[in-house]
């Protein structure tokens, strides 16, 4: 079944400690983006990936890293996570980026304490 | 990030009623997308637009791409129990891998 699979799909963690959201997706889809979905904020976007070892910032990336070494992964780095992070993300994917729909994961709800 | 104007922002309706909703934007754009969620679950893809007036269906959804190209439309028809959800558009300029996203519009329908 074509899929973008997130894990874990809930995290709860402290200040500080250093985490990594995974995003996978079987599609072969080009792009590949993540977003976080905040009440009355709606879905912004962090970082985008235009294909292997392309990255660049979308609107929200301070305290956020990826990377995207393989065409089908495309992790989230929260380095030093705070309280104002804790949100609803989601990873998505699409053939080409451009003109293309964007297929989302079932999201990963992050509490920061 | 901007976000596009959806209205309404929610609606409460008798199940059989059609739904209707819209999205504007201040810019042109090349394609419109339709999604739902429901609650604690990633947006699902409803319809894609790619082509000014284009009209596209799935099952008792229809959708279409305004002709001015700064506006689309989503249409639900005989609505039903498990089109409870929030709704909501998203736009894609000239030139531009990113994707602005509308307000959502969250639906109830009372059985």
């Known amino acids: 079944e074509a899929q973008v699979t997130q894990n874990p799909r809930y995290l709860i963690t402290v200040t500080g400690k250093k985490l990594t959201v995974t995003c996978s997706q079987n599609m072969n889809h080009e792009y590949m983006s993540w977003y976080r979905q905040d009440p009355g904020l709606g879905l912004r976007q962090i970082y985008y990936?235009?294909?292997?070892?392309?990255?660049d910032k979308g609107d929200v990336p301070e305290g956020y890293k990826v990377s995207r070494k393989e065409k089908r992964n495309f992790p989230l780095i929260l380095e030093s996570p705070s309280p104002n992070q804790t949100s609803l993300y989601f990873c998505a994917s699409s053939f080409t980026g451009y003109n293309s729909p964007l297929h989302f994961g079932n999201g990963t709800r992050l509490t920061v304490t | 990030g901007q976000q596009l104007n959806q209205s309404p922002q929610s609606m409460f309706i008798q199940e059989g009623e059609d739904v209707s909703m819209n999205c504007t934007s201040s810019?042109?754009?090349?394609?419109w997308l339709w999604y739902k969620q429901e609650p604690g679950e990633g947006p699902v893809l409803l319809i894609a637009?790619?082509?000014?007036?284009e009209l596209t269906s799935n099952g008792r959804l229809t959708a279409q791409f305004g002709i001015t190209r700064k506006d689309s439309f989503l249409n639900i028809s005989a609505s039903i129990p498990s089109d409870v959800g929030i709704y909501f558009c998203?736009?894609?300029?000239?030139?531009?891998?990113?994707?602005?996203f509308g307000t959502g519009t969250r639906l109830k329908v009372l059985a």
């Open positions: 637009l790619y082509k000014a007036g």
């Open positions: 998203a736009g894609q300029g000239s030139g531009t891998y990113k994707y602005i």
């Open positions: 810019s042109i754009f090349n394609t």
């Open positions: 990936s235009m294909n292997v070892e392309v990255t």
